[in-house]
């Protein structure tokens, strides 16, 4: 089954919106600035969901030998059984496997670095999980995480990172993305756009940004400029770039907490260096900037999700690189915003 169409099994499943922002087309000088707002997915305000309903359906179908992948089935089989989801996180990953753990009817340890914000913290609790500060980065996050599950029988690790072994159900979380994609496609096509000019998408371990790098480099989707964002205190996918391999690169703090990974998936890796046709960082003053000016046009967007636009600011206000990328005065720019700032707030709204 399409990660669309079990997606359409949930409840509240709805398309997010693509908003049109004429005064940054004005101010980018292009003929087009539409942002899709990932502020309310699933009764989330972030896109996690996506990635993390269908990956946790699929291994759930395969463990109970399932022929249909619905919420339903996937509830039936569970009931009466012990089942327990485990997940390191930096904030939205962690809260939508919890939030699926509940609907399905499972049990969720969801684990975290002391750095996320309280409401995150918060957030997943509420959503019915045991969950554990664990020293460290996001990195050792996810070793600790992924060594509980290993000694757990009842366990599944549902990670959006993927490492040698552990492949199947990162490959299913990037899937599970793809619905935004062909979301943002029909909503293209409805305006009458074919395909975007230039797609800016953000990066934590890659895994978004390589559903949307297949996505946009399948024939006949398209051939835009592809261009990728982190922030500049954790800049692991430009670090491996200029290495020409997948290195580690330091994290430091940042209002991005969503993007805080130093080290890019192993699945990703090979995509977004084939696949991309630029990557930048941007630092959190950009990104709050960003987050404000896309509240004044009616866009709700965290610094993740908002740093898209810090980074086609930087990407289109020097003269060299837009005659690079070769965008003309009527290009259309697609902004992919991954959160609400409700999931991800910036330091004013911590107070």
């Given at each position: 089954?399409?990660?669309?169409?079990?997606?359409?099994?949930?409840?509240?499943?709805?398309?997010?919106?693509?908003?049109?922002?004429?005064?940054?087309?004005?101010?980018?000088?292009?003929?087009?600035?539409?942002?899709?707002?990932?502020?309310?997915?699933?009764?989330?305000?972030?896109?996690?969901?996506?990635?993390?309903?269908?990956?946790?359906?699929?291994?759930?179908?395969?463990?109970?030998?399932?022929?249909?992948?619905?919420?339903?089935?996937v509830r039936d089989a569970v009931r009466g059984t012990a089942v327990r989801l485990y997940a390191a996180t930096d904030g939205n990953h962690g809260r939508a496997v919890a939030h699926v753990a509940a609907l399905v009817g499972a049990e969720a340890t969801?684990?975290?670095?002391?750095?996320?914000?309280?409401?995150?913290?918060?957030?997943?609790?509420?959503?019915?999980?045991?969950?554990?500060?664990?020293?460290?980065?996001?990195?050792?996050?996810?070793?600790?995480?992924?060594?509980?599950?290993?000694?757990?029988?009842?366990?599944?690790?549902?990670?959006?990172?993927?490492?040698?072994?552990?492949?199947?159900?990162?490959?299913?979380?990037?899937?599970?993305?793809?619905?935004?994609?062909?979301?943002?496609?029909?909503?293209?096509?409805?305006?009458?756009?074919?395909?975007?000019?230039?797609?800016?998408?953000?990066?934590?371990?890659?895994?978004?940004?390589?559903?949307?790098?297949?996505?946009?480099?399948?024939?006949?989707?398209?051939?835009?400029?592809?261009?990728?964002?982190?922030?500049?205190?954790?800049?692991?996918?430009?670090?491996?770039?200029?290495?020409?391999?997948?290195?580690?690169?330091?994290?430091?703090?940042?209002?991005?907490?969503?993007?805080?990974?130093?080290?890019?998936?192993?699945?990703?890796?090979?995509?977004?260096?084939?696949?991309?046709?630029?990557?930048?960082?941007?630092?959190?003053?950009?990104?709050?900037?960003?987050?404000?000016?896309?509240?004044?046009?009616?866009?709700?967007?965290?610094?993740?999700?908002?740093?898209?636009?810090?980074?086609?600011?930087?990407?289109?206000?020097?003269?060299?690189?837009?005659?690079?990328?070769?965008?003309?005065?009527?290009?259309?720019?697609?902004?992919?915003?991954?959160?609400?700032?409700?999931?991800?707030?910036?330091?004013?709204?911590?107070?």
């Amino acid at each position: 089954m399409p990660a669309i169409d079990f997606h359409r099994t949930l409840p509240g499943y709805a398309p997010t919106p693509l908003r049109d922002v004429p005064r940054l087309a004005t101010e980018l000088g292009v003929g087009r600035v539409l942002v899709k707002e990932e502020s309310s997915r699933l009764g989330l305000p972030a896109f996690k969901v996506l990635g993390a309903s269908y990956a946790i359906a699929r291994a759930l179908g395969e463990r109970f030998g399932l022929a249909t992948i619905t919420l339903d089935a996937v509830r039936d089989a569970v009931r009466g059984t012990a089942v327990r989801l485990y997940a390191a996180t930096d904030g939205n990953h962690g809260r939508a496997v919890a939030h699926v753990a509940a609907l399905v009817g499972a049990e969720a340890t969801i684990y975290y670095p002391p750095g996320i914000t309280e409401a995150a913290k918060k957030a997943i609790a509420a959503e019915g999980a045991r969950t554990v500060e664990s020293e460290g980065d996001y990195d050792d996050v996810v070793a600790r995480a992924a060594a509980d599950a290993a000694a757990d029988p009842t366990a599944l690790l549902v990670q959006d990172t993927s490492w040698d072994g552990y492949t199947d159900i990162p490959q299913w979380i990037v899937d599970g993305y793809t619905t935004l994609c062909l979301e943002a496609d029909r909503q293209l096509a409805a305006l009458g756009v074919a395909a975007p000019d230039l797609v800016v998408v953000p990066v934590g371990v890659g895994s978004f940004a390589q559903a949307v790098v297949s996505h946009y480099r399948t024939a006949g989707a398209g051939g835009g400029t592809l261009l990728a964002v982190e922030p500049d205190r954790a800049a692991g996918l430009v670090a491996s770039l200029r290495a020409g391999r997948p290195v580690t690169a330091p994290v430091g703090d940042t209002i991005m907490t969503g993007l805080c990974c130093g080290t890019v998936s192993a699945l990703a890796w090979p995509v977004l260096c084939d696949g991309l046709d630029g990557a930048v960082t941007v630092s959190d003053d950009q990104a709050a900037a960003a987050v404000d000016d896309l509240a004044r046009s009616g866009v709700d967007a965290g610094p993740c999700g908002a740093a898209t636009l810090a980074a086609a600011r930087l990407v289109l206000g020097q003269p060299g690189w837009r005659q690079a990328i070769g965008l003309g005065a009527d290009a259309v720019v697609l902004l992919l915003s991954t959160e609400g700032r409700a999931a991800n707030p910036v330091p004013q709204d911590r107070v």
